[in-house]
């Protein structure tokens, strides 16, 4: 250090998961099957939605930018995760840390928005059922995308800009295993107040709106349904609404639990493994989620499978 508090930072040191040396193999391949299965799992639906042309419906083209979002979400952490596992010195330089910042704040709003756009499709497909082809047109279900990206394309670049405003002087070691941006303003030595006010203002706009309009959504395609009971109208309901419910309230049970609740003894191992829920788990499971239940993915693998393999075996 040069005695002047400007002095700045050219890297950062991730410190990674608390976990005991012996272990670290274990975890390893752990986390890289883990990273594999949401690659390929989020590929596959991809894949088979773009494919299939009974699939290209909102809901479908929904799910398959939510796949995008959940690839590129895992894509953020785990291969840096990965690497700084195997190093000695898990650094990241200054740039790479607001990079990783930007884009993860970017994919992670993706998905909560994204996952509105479904709510909503939902509660038009089900409380209109009459009038669904005409208002969830092709061009009110892109300019809902449209609108996704441009959100959080704001969002994320007003934190970064502002984070990229702070002096880092002496402290450079991060407790957790991607730069986060909390962490990242416990070590800044500049006044941090502007980023609180701002991440207080915007986490209320993001996640809590969000979450409200689902949570609408979806009572009001519960009481549409309660209204005119009948049993093939249920099953049907909730065989697509059931898998949505689990996405949202695991995405948002972990994030609000960890943002919204912070934990009162600052404890940092249970703000490591509550992130792992959101950034690993929770993109790896979704694929499974909507697709293992689902009959009309099913039919499309099945479709796919039956057209491409008997071809390329020569039947
Ligand atoms: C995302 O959704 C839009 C509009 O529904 C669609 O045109 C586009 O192909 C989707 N993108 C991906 C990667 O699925």
Redesign the pocket.
Known sequence: MTGRNQSIISEFLLLGLPIQPEHKNLFYALFLAMYLTTILGNFLI?IL??LDSHLHT?MY??L??LS?SDLCFSSVTMPKLLQNMQSQVPSIPYAGCLTQMYFFLFFADLESFLLVAMAYDRYVAICFPLHYPTIMS?KL??SL?MLCWVLTTFHALIHSLLMARLCFCAENVIPHFFCDMSALLKLSCSDTHVNELVILITAGLILVIPFVLIVVSYGLIVSSILKVPSAGGIQKAFSTCGSHLSVVSLFYGTVIGLYLCPSANNSTVKDTVMALMYTVVTPMLNPFIYSLRNRDMKGAMGRIFKKKIPFSLGW
């Open positions: 991809i939605i773009r909102p083209l929904f398959s930018n995008f092709p279900s892109l995308v």
